[in-house]
């Protein structure tokens, strides 16, 4: 198995500042001259001809991304038509698709050898597929470029690089959590969030007993429901259990059988057999998780730093919950994982091998401090540039922030970290148990076998 794993990632969530990247151009100044004073020589014979300034080459950039609601969707479409304004030879052709649908597409381009100037990445696993496939360009010069004034701005680099080189950049790093409606948890008569898992299933009957539906969860694209399985595992075999499982050759000390795994698939049957998930759990997307929840049709979602913006943006009322608070994942009694262990990732973009340089420009600026503070102000994730993260006006996010930046362990999402064939693996299998059609411990043999195939 020719691949290289990054288990565990731990970075100082926000590194440094990051200046932007792309002025406008400035034309040369006017020079003005003053008629000449008289004067008994004869002026010269001629003059030098003014210069001429070359009209820069045109260049068409593709960008995919999957921000298909807004704020996000406008924001990006306005950064971009803000730089083709300061770059009038430079066109921007924008391809919005929803994440599956990303994925599927990006899948099949890829098959072709062709990839996008531009594009959302999770880094990692698949990452590292696509630099084997030799479908992406090295930036490491342009980080390091004016005494590393790029790189230096930036934070979790090392979650967008293969082999110590960098072929993409993040514009967002945070962690899931659970996000829960306020009101909904007064009306059941739950005064505190819970800390401990014992507490959350407590709190899920309550709720339940209250009619209210305990939590949304969007088994359709499977990943969303593969979150709390892997936070189970996490809380209950710690950082090594994955570590152990997923290392390869002599370093792999564990399987994805071990007690860790299969306890998360018996734990996760307790909600499934609790009846806490929404009607039609099994066949919801995630935005139809968001709009259950943001609807006020459900108590709790387990979701990542984006939640928010998009729970909103699929609500009847484009507001969402409006009185929305937030709680890590509980600690599982009798557990190695901590109840600031994190499980998270983010969101980044990939550079395409036959880009331009004015593409990777296009990204330093989508990333230049001001723009960053515009996703920080707008909730629609965690900024990874140095100073940006003053522009969070919604206290949940700041609680989000600091979660990853006093973690005392950041997973990446399982199925980012792994090669995506084995991310798909993860996530079909662990669908199983949500749909009741496998046991924990037949969910956890398929996982290892597919494991030991790839």
């Given at each position: 198995?020719?691949?290289?794993?990054?288990?565990?990632?731990?970075?100082?969530?926000?590194?440094?500042?990051?200046l932007s990247a792309c002025a406008t151009p400035t034309e040369a100044p006017a020079v003005a001259t003053d008629a000449p004073a008289a004067t008994t020589e004869a002026p010269?014979?001629?003059?030098?001809?003014?210069a001429t300034e070359v009209a820069a080459e045109p260049v068409t950039i593709t960008w995919w991304h999957i921000s298909t609601k807004d704020p996000a969707l406008s924001d990006w479409r306005k950064m971009a038509d803000d730089y083709m304004a300061a770059h009038p030879n430079v066109k921007i052709e924008i391809t919005v698709l929803e994440n599956e649908a990303f994925k599927t597409k990006l899948t099949t381009v890829?098959?072709?050898?062709?990839?996008?100037?531009?594009?959302?990445?999770?880094?990692?696993?698949?990452?590292?597929?696509?630099?084997?496939?030799?479908?992406?360009?090295?930036?490491s010069v342009d980080?390091?470029?004016?005494?590393?004034?790029?790189?230096?701005?930036?934070?979790?680099?090392?979650?967008?690089?293969?082999?110590?080189?960098?072929?993409?950049?993040?514009?967002?790093?945070g962690a899931v959590t659970f996000w829960y409606n306020?009101?909904?948890?007064?009306?059941?008569?739950?005064?505190?969030?819970?800390?401990?898992?014992?507490?959350?299933?407590?709190?899920?009957?309550?709720?339940?007993?209250?009619?209210?539906?305990?939590?949304?969860?969007?088994?359709?694209?499977?990943?969303?429901?593969m979150h709390i399985w892997a936070y189970l595992v996490s809380r209950i075999g710690g950082a090594d259990a994955f570590a152990a499982a997923a290392a390869t050759g002599a370093a792999r000390t564990g399987t994805f059988e071990d007690a860790a795994f299969v306890q998360a698939g018996v734990e996760l049957m307790k909600l499934v057999d609790g009846?806490?998930?929404?009607?039609?759990?099994?066949?919801?997307?995630?935005?139809?998780?968001?709009?259950?929840?943001?609807?006020g049709k459900a108590a709790m979602e387990l979701g990542g730093q984006w939640s928010p913006s998009v729970e909103a943006a699929n609500s009847a009322d484009l507001v969402g919950v409006k009185n929305l608070g937030m709680f890590s994942f509980p600690a599982v009694e009798g557990g190695k994982g901590l109840v600031t262990d994190i499980?998270?990732?983010?969101?980044?973009?990939?550079?395409?091998?036959?880009?331009?340089?004015?593409?990777?420009?296009?990204?330093?600026?989508?990333?230049?401090?001001?723009?960053?503070?515009?996703?920080?102000?707008?909730?629609?994730?965690?900024?990874?540039?140095?100073?940006?993260s003053v522009a969070l006006t919604d206290p949940n996010m700041v609680m989000v922030a600091d979660a990853v930046a006093n973690s005392t362990y950041y997973q990446l999402y399982f199925d980012q970290v792994l090669p995506p064939a084995m991310g798909g693996i993860i996530n079909d299998a662990v669908q199983k148990i949500f749909a009741g059609t496998a046991t924990p411990e037949e969910v956890c043999a398929e996982i290892e076998a597919g494991f030991l195939a790839q």
């Open positions: 198995m020719a691949r290289k794993l990054y288990l565990l990632l731990s970075f100082v969530f926000i590194a440094a500042f990051m010269a014979a001629t003059t030098a001809a003014p890829m098959q072709s050898g062709e990839v996008p100037d531009i594009f959302q990445s999770w880094g990692q696993g698949g990452m590292i597929e696509q630099v084997n496939a030799g479908l992406l360009k090295d930036i980080l390091d470029a004016n005494g590393g004034e790029w790189r230096n701005s930036l934070g979790a680099l090392d979650a967008f690089a293969v082999d110590g080189k960098n072929y993409g950049v993040p514009w967002d790093m306020k009101d909904l948890f007064a009306q059941a008569g739950i005064k505190q969030v819970p800390t401990t898992w014992t507490e959350f299933l407590t709190d899920c009957e309550t709720l339940k007993a209250a009619g209210i539906t305990p939590i949304s969860v969007g088994e359709g694209d499977k990943w969303p429901g009846g806490y998930f929404q009607k039609g759990f099994l066949g919801a997307t995630h935005d139809e998780m968001n709009a259950t929840f943001g609807n499980v998270g990732g983010g969101n980044g973009f990939a550079i395409g091998k036959n880009a331009e340089p004015e593409a990777i420009d296009f990204v330093k600026y989508l990333t230049s401090l001001d723009n960053q503070k515009i996703i920080a102000a707008h909730n629609t994730g965690i900024p990874v540039a140095k100073g940006a």
